[in-house]
């Protein structure tokens, strides 16, 4: 599938079912903000909630614990968020009803994408610890962190789309991420470009005279814009790139 028709069906399937895409998101946007207004060590950046790794030795065991939930609680919420707008992908070009879908698959669907996450994560903290630990923060944790990323990139699209088992996801969230790799790197870009080119423009603004008092609220307006808008746009274009492997639907779509 050309890069100009992902963009196209991607903008289709967003624009049409926008009011109910954007209420699924909150659950994305309470994932993103939850742990910062706890007063988790987290630090909002480029639209997202990042863990202080250097704090986590500190931490009491009450604090540990009380982290360990709301973390939890993120990666359920955010599980949560994507498993319900791919079940809108699935009907936009599937013709499934997602009444059905949602009653059926949602629940389990989801819980399924959550443990999926949540060793994900667990491989990223441990990442993080040991790259502290070391000193190779700044080298080797980032490339680790992109391989675990992109290969549990497709996984909720899989599971949704394809109604497989989580491991069975795993493989063709691999597979479709090598296949699709030009692609994918679009979606990246995409994403990238457009939280910078926003960050800016926020920065920018908020440098003039009388609305410099919007300077502290950048990353939260960066937050509130990425998980409402340009999240949802990604998770559909992510499905929009899986489903362009079915070649019968990716031409009469």
């Known amino acids: 599938m050309a890069k100009d ?137 980032p490339i680790l962190n992109l391989v675990i990323g992109l290969s549990i990139l497709f996984v909720p699209t899989a599971m949704v789309m394809d109604e497989v088992r989580p491991w069975r996801a795993l493989e063709r969230s691999v597979d479709t991420t090598l296949r699709k790799l030009p692609l994918v790197g679009l979606w990246l870009l995409t994403g990238l470009l457009a939280v910078s080119a926003l960050e800016f423009a926020l920065l920018v603004v908020s440098s003039l005279g009388p609305l410099v008092f919007l300077r502290p609220f950048v990353p939260g307006l960066v937050m509130l814009f990425v998980s409402m808008l340009l999240m949802p746009f990604l998770i559909v274009m992510l499905g929009q790139i899986y489903i362009s492997k079915y070649t019968i639907i990716a031409k009469s779509g």
Not at 54 to 65: E, F, Q, Y
Request: hydrophobic share 60%; glycine share 6%.
């Open 5 to 141: 028709s992902i963009f196209t069906y991607t903008w289709n399937a967003y624009s049409t079912n926008f009011w109910l895409i954007l209420l699924m998101a909150v659950p994305g946007l309470l994932a993103m903000g939850i742990p910062v207004l706890v007063g988790m060590p987290a630090f909002p950046a480029l639209g997202g909630s990042f863990l202080r790794t250097n704090s986590i030795p500190d931490l009491d065991p009450s604090s540990a614990a009380f982290m360990i939930a709301v973390a939890l609680v993120s990666v359920l919420l955010m599980s949560f968020c994507i498993v319900s707008i791919n079940l809108v992908i699935k009907r936009e070009r599937t013709l499934t009803h997602v009444r059905a879908e949602l009653m059926r698959s949602l629940g389990t669907t989801t819980l399924s994408v959550f443990w999926i996450y949540l060793v994900a994560v667990l491989l990223l903290l441990i990442i993080q610890l040991y790259a502290f630990e070391y000193g190779v923060q700044a080298l080797l944790a």
